[in-house]
């Protein structure tokens, strides 16, 4: 059921912890009903946008068919995809590490690496996709340092590329959640990335990638500590 994954994605666990878990529930549905009305004026809206839109190009090729079946309720299906599309704007970093755990003295790279993603440009509001490789290295002398578990840093690049933005801040705002949710020593993100709007138009380059880096503390410092994690993610020979 489609009612199952709010449950088990934030519901559940929420009541869980709550000392009323039904007084709990009724004030978090009041807030769904409220955002749902939100999120369905937002719909209207750009449904409308979308429809002038494909109006524009009507001028602009009379022989484009608005009547056509498959392009009949494209506005109403455009407006759905980009909200998809851009739901990390309505998420913060605890969304994603909203459980993590004591260090435990560990004092190697922690990494997760090939972490898909679908972003969206800015510029054109054309999609851009790749990879992330995330890392970090626990502080064993702070009690305050903690882990994370796996679903969490795939977790916080989903936050940070659902919205619309440039590759190079994506990179970084991974790369400082870290930092600050989980005190580290050192943080270094990778991204590699085809973006849409050089591989469908302008410059028409189908092959070519984008690579950005963000470092924080002992990944900048230590060069052997960097090489390590390029060499994890197979960036070196």
């Known amino acids: 059921m489609k009612l199952e994954r709010p449950f088990n994605t934030f519901l559940g666990r ?3 912890s709550a000392k009323d878990p039904i007084a709990h529930l009724e004030k978090r549905m009041e807030e769904i009903k409220m955002r749902s009305v ?16 494909l109006e524009g190009l009507k001028q602009a090729y009379p022989q484009f068919d608005l009547k056509d079946p498959n392009v ?25 590490m ?16 090939n972490i898909d993603f679908t972003s969206l440009c800015s510029h054109h509001f054309i999609p851009f996709t790749g990879v ?3 890392g970090y290295l626990p502080d064993i002398v702070s009690e ?3 882990l994370a578990g796996l679903s969490k840093l795939a977790r916080i690049v989903d936050v940070h590329a659902q919205r619309p933005q440039l590759q190079e801040r994506m990179c970084y705002n991974i790369m400082e959640a870290l930092r600050v949710e989980l005190k580290p020593v050192g943080v270094m993100v990778v991204i590699e990335a085809a973006h849409g709007c050089l591989t469908c138009r302008g410059a028409k380059k189908a092959n070519a990638q984008m690579v950005t ?17 390029l060499s994890l993610v197979g960036k070196q020979n």
């Open 132 to 134: 992330t490789h995330v």
């Open 144 to 146: 305050d340092s903690r």
């Open 14 to 16: 929420e009541m869980a």
């Open 38 to 53: 939100e999120m369905y004026n937002a719909h209207q809206t750009m449904t409308k946008g979308y429809k002038m839109v």
């Open 98 to 113: 909203n459980a993590t755990f004591p260090s435990e003295k560990y004092n190697e790279v922690i990494m997760l690496k």
């Open 213 to 229: 880096s963000a470092v924080f503390g002992r990944f900048k410092d230590d060069h052997k500590l960097r090489e390590e994690f």
């Open 72 to 96: 009949v309720d494209s506005p109403q299906r455009m407006a759905r995809a980009l909200l998809e599309i851009c739901s990390g704007l309505g998420s913060v970093n605890s969304d994603a």
